[in-house]
């Protein structure tokens, strides 16, 4: 007899059973909008659209970016176009009778000469009313920008903190949206960004595998302090540059995953044509008249292999090309016209369709060097069985331990983060050594406390103690350090190298202050040790001083600490690197003060450190 039954692949059953294909799309379900959240910027939308069409009657506000183009994410902002082109050729026919422009009330009634016929003209019951009359044909961007942002301060409801940023490559106005705390930038002359976001879209119906994809690797760039666009500009690799080489690597693969533009033009109907700005955007509207791809490589493989492609990637050698789908070696590349304007960097990614554009020009070589490095770190973990395997023993698999945060090196820390690199020579156990000396400086010179993770014991200290020297603990409690040891164990083929320990730290005297001062006096009561004209005395005598400085404060010794942060030192670079990335979290509202202190750290606790470390190694002979 005939069966119904649905069949299923040998593809797609692989697919659904491999654990991680089924961790990057749920991440997508863990990311994307949902229904109400589409809702609500949908109304904004047409909310947007019904006030600025009184203003500018026949304008269109489109959505365009990470909102639409299949790649959002909760919160993500909400960029939209104000397409002013209709408007202006309105304008222009109306200019002819009468002369007139397109009159701005933006205070009370609002009146448009243009719209409201019936009127007559201005309304003139309104004599405290900012009235601006634009000629849009003449206008600049700046002008017109000016005149979005009072339409939305004053006649669109619930919108607040109305700016307009004219430096920015597409200058914008930004807004927030009260209730939903929705963010938001409007701008006029981006019809480019249509076209992509079209073609970014276009990519992600064309093939389901692209989501995922992309979904993984911007949260991982994101968590390797890599990329992300958090705080607008510099050096690191943005969301969009960041999806257009995910989509190139899909472009290369063997047998291609998606189609070139240079392809798809090909595909074009009439109906397609497109010319922006002078760059040809043609491609099809719709993925009718795509082939399905043959490449049939799972989301598992394709990320382990988008590693291992761009771990060894000359990114400075060449530049990414979508449009053809390859690298373009630079020598052509620079004597074509496009490649004459075309900004080179260390990392060239071609825009689509505005050929001369390096949208990755703000990346700077170290976050370059920094992206390969952990390409080549993806690489290596997705060889181990622990990426692929579901671990017994609830450990990190997967994506999971993919996604441990990475650490900045420290040009790059941004305003959350600041960093202490301590370059020292090779030896055996030496991290372990280091965090020790970490741990006395912060607890026996600097009198810090230690709260130790939530949760967690105080941990025993490092036992690499030598000379004699023992940590001590003070009595009150004001000074416990506890470092919280986490060693992954690894299973497979990968070495063991993540090692990390941190330390939650409190601050409750101002040790950091006038220890000159303290210094010197007391070298006068006779202390034997001969200072430096530097800044840093033995360790001894840094106990002493901040003993004598929280003497000279008193015992007044809040219910509160003065700072509070906690500190991550993890293993530098590779095998014969042996540099402490030390990274410091401030907790929340401490500003100015953890600045004043962190300064004197970045120059303190390298110095002792070695000291401390050279002692160890040395006062055993
Ligand atoms: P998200 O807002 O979630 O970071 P996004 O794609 O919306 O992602 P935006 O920075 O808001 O990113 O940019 C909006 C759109 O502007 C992008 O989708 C893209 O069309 C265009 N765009 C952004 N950055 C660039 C760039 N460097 N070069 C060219 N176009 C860009
Ligand atoms: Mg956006």
């Given at each position: 007899?005939?069966?119904?039954?649905?069949?299923?692949?040998?593809?797609?059953?692989?697919?659904?059973?491999?654990?991680?294909?089924?961790?990057?799309?749920?991440?997508?379900?863990?990311?994307?909008?949902?229904?109400?959240?589409?809702?609500?910027?949908?109304?904004?939308?047409?909310?947007?659209?019904?006030?600025?069409?009184?203003?500018?009657?026949?304008?269109?506000?489109?959505?365009?970016?990470?909102?639409?183009?299949?790649?959002?994410?909760?919160?993500?902002?909400?960029?939209?176009?104000?397409?002013?082109?209709?408007?202006?050729?309105?304008?222009?026919?109306?200019?002819?009778?009468?002369?007139?422009?397109?009159?701005?009330?933006?205070?009370?009634?609002?009146?448009?000469?243009?719209?409201?016929?019936?009127?007559?003209?201005?309304?003139?019951?309104?004599?405290?009313?900012?009235?601006?009359?634009?000629?849009?044909?003449?206008?600049?961007?700046?002008?017109?920008?000016?005149?979005?942002?009072?339409?939305?301060?004053?006649?669109?409801?619930?919108?607040?903190?109305?700016?307009?940023?004219?430096?920015?490559?597409?200058?914008?106005?930004?807004?927030?949206?009260?209730?939903?705390?929705?963010?938001?930038?409007?701008?006029?002359?981006?019809?480019?960004?249509?076209?992509?976001?079209?073609?970014?879209?276009?990519?992600?119906?064309?093939?389901?595998?692209?989501?995922?994809?992309?979904?993984?690797?911007?949260?991982?760039?994101?968590?390797?302090?890599?990329?992300?666009?958090?705080?607008?500009?510099?050096?690191?690799?943005?969301?969009?540059?960041?999806?257009?080489?995910?989509?190139?690597?899909?472009?290369?693969?063997?047998?291609?995953?998606?189609?070139?533009?240079?392809?798809?033009?090909?595909?074009?109907?009439?109906?397609?044509?497109?010319?922006?700005?002078?760059?040809?955007?043609?491609?099809?509207?719709?993925?009718?008249?795509?082939?399905?791809?043959?490449?049939?490589?799972?989301?598992?493989?394709?990320?382990?292999?988008?590693?291992?492609?761009?771990?060894?990637?000359?990114?400075?050698?060449?530049?990414?090309?979508?449009?053809?789908?390859?690298?373009?070696?630079?020598?052509?590349?620079?004597?074509?016209?496009?490649?004459?304007?075309?900004?080179?960097?260390?990392?060239?990614?071609?825009?689509?369709?505005?050929?001369?554009?390096?949208?990755?020009?703000?990346?700077?070589?170290?976050?370059?060097?920094?992206?390969?490095?952990?390409?080549?770190?993806?690489?290596?973990?997705?060889?181990?069985?622990?990426?692929?395997?579901?671990?017994?023993?609830?450990?990190?698999?997967?994506?999971?331990?993919?996604?441990?945060?990475?650490?900045?090196?420290?040009?790059?820390?941004?305003?959350?983060g600041l960093?202490?690199?301590?370059?020292?020579?090779?030896?055996?156990?030496?991290?372990?050594?280091?965090?020790?000396?970490i741990t006395?400086v912060l607890k026996d010179v600097l009198k810090c406390s230690c709260m130790g993770p939530a949760?967690e014991?105080l941990?025993?200290?490092?036992?690499?103690?030598?000379?004699?020297?023992?940590?001590?603990s003070d009595e009150r409690g004001s000074l416990a350090v506890s470092p919280a040891?986490?060693?992954?164990?690894?299973?497979?083929?990968?070495?063991?190298?993540?090692?990390?320990?941190s330390w939650n730290c409190a601050v409750w005297h101002r040790v950091w202050m006038g220890r000159?001062?303290?210094?010197?006096?007391?070298?006068?009561?006779?202390?034997?040790?001969?200072?430096?004209?530097?800044?840093?005395?033995?360790?001894?005598?840094?106990e002493?001083v901040s003993e004598?400085i929280i003497q000279q404060e008193g015992e007044s010794l809040g219910a509160e600490p003065l700072l509070r942060f906690t500190a991550c030192?993890?293993?530098?670079?590779?095998?014969?690197?042996?540099?402490?990335?030390?990274?410091f979290t401030p907790a929340p509202q401490q500003g100015p003060l953890f600045q004043d202190f962190y300064h004197f750290l970045?120059?303190f606790l390298?110095?002792?450190?070695?000291?401390?470390?050279?002692?160890?190694?040395?006062?055993?002979?």
């Amino acid at each position: 007899g005939s069966t119904h039954h649905v069949q299923l692949s040998p593809e797609k059953l692989v697919q659904a059973l491999c654990q991680v294909d089924a961790q990057m799309s749920q991440l997508v379900q863990l990311f994307e909008l949902s229904e109400s959240e589409k809702r609500l910027r949908h109304l904004l939308v047409t909310l947007f659209q019904e006030v600025f069409s009184e203003f500018f009657p026949e304008c269109a506000i489109l959505p365009f970016g990470s909102s639409v183009n299949g790649f959002d994410i909760h919160g993500c902002d909400l960029d939209l176009f104000l397409d002013l082109e209709k408007t202006k050729t309105f304008q222009a026919n109306a200019k002819e009778p009468q002369g007139a422009q397109v009159r701005m009330d933006v205070l009370g009634t609002k009146s448009n000469p243009l719209q409201a016929k019936e009127g007559a003209g201005p309304d003139s019951d309104s004599e405290d009313s900012i009235l601006s009359d634009i000629d849009l044909t003449t206008a600049t961007v700046p002008e017109v920008l000016e005149l979005v942002a009072a339409v939305l301060r004053k006649c669109v409801p619930g919108v607040h903190s109305v700016q307009v940023v004219h430096s920015a490559r597409r200058p914008v106005v930004k807004f927030c949206h009260k209730d939903s705390g929705l963010l938001g930038d409007i701008s006029i002359n981006n019809r480019l960004a249509l076209c992509n976001t079209r073609f970014l879209q276009l990519c992600t119906e064309a093939d389901e595998r692209v989501r995922p994809l992309v979904y993984t690797l911007r949260y991982w760039a994101k968590q390797q302090a890599l990329g992300g666009n958090r705080f607008g500009g510099g050096p690191l690799l943005n969301n969009y540059a960041l999806t257009l080489l995910v989509l190139f690597f899909l472009q290369t693969r063997s047998p291609p995953a998606l189609p070139t533009l240079a392809q798809l033009r090909e595909l074009t109907e009439d109906k397609d044509q497109a010319i922006v700005d002078g760059w040809d955007c043609s491609f099809p509207q719709d993925m009718l008249r795509l082939e399905p791809s043959a490449n049939t490589e799972s989301l598992c493989s394709l990320l382990a292999e988008f590693f291992r492609v761009f771990g060894d990637h000359d990114f400075a050698g060449c530049v990414i090309s979508l449009q053809e789908g390859r690298a373009l070696p630079l020598p052509s590349f620079l004597l074509s016209e496009v490649g004459a304007k075309f900004k080179l960097g260390p990392f060239n990614v071609q825009d689509p369709f505005e050929l001369s554009h390096n949208v990755a020009a703000n990346v700077n070589e170290k976050i370059v060097q920094r992206f390969q490095h952990c390409c080549r770190d993806g690489a290596k973990y997705c060889r181990s069985l622990q990426y692929q395997r579901k671990s017994s023993k609830g450990k990190a698999w997967g994506l999971v331990r993919l996604f441990q945060p990475g650490v900045p090196e420290a040009e790059e820390v941004g305003p959350d983060g600041l960093l202490i690199t301590i370059p020292f020579m090779l030896m055996a156990c030496w991290f372990d050594k280091v965090c020790a000396a970490i741990t006395f400086v912060l607890k026996d010179v600097l009198k810090c406390s230690c709260m130790g993770p939530a949760g967690e014991p105080l941990g025993q200290e490092p036992t690499e103690q030598s000379g004699g020297e023992q940590p001590r603990s003070d009595e009150r409690g004001s000074l416990a350090v506890s470092p919280a040891k986490k060693r992954p164990r690894v299973e497979g083929p990968v070495p063991e190298e993540e090692e990390s320990v941190s330390w939650n730290c409190a601050v409750w005297h101002r040790v950091w202050m006038g220890r000159r001062r303290v210094r010197r006096q007391l070298r006068h009561l006779g202390s034997p040790q001969p200072d430096t004209e530097q800044e840093a005395g033995s360790l001894e005598v840094e106990e002493k001083v901040s003993e004598a400085i929280i003497q000279q404060e008193g015992e007044s010794l809040g219910a509160e600490p003065l700072l509070r942060f906690t500190a991550c030192a993890r293993v530098g670079g590779g095998q014969e690197d042996t540099r402490t990335l030390l990274y410091f979290t401030p907790a929340p509202q401490q500003g100015p003060l953890f600045q004043d202190f962190y300064h004197f750290l970045q120059g303190f606790l390298p110095r002792m450190v070695e000291r401390y470390v050279g002692r160890a190694v040395w006062g055993r002979q």
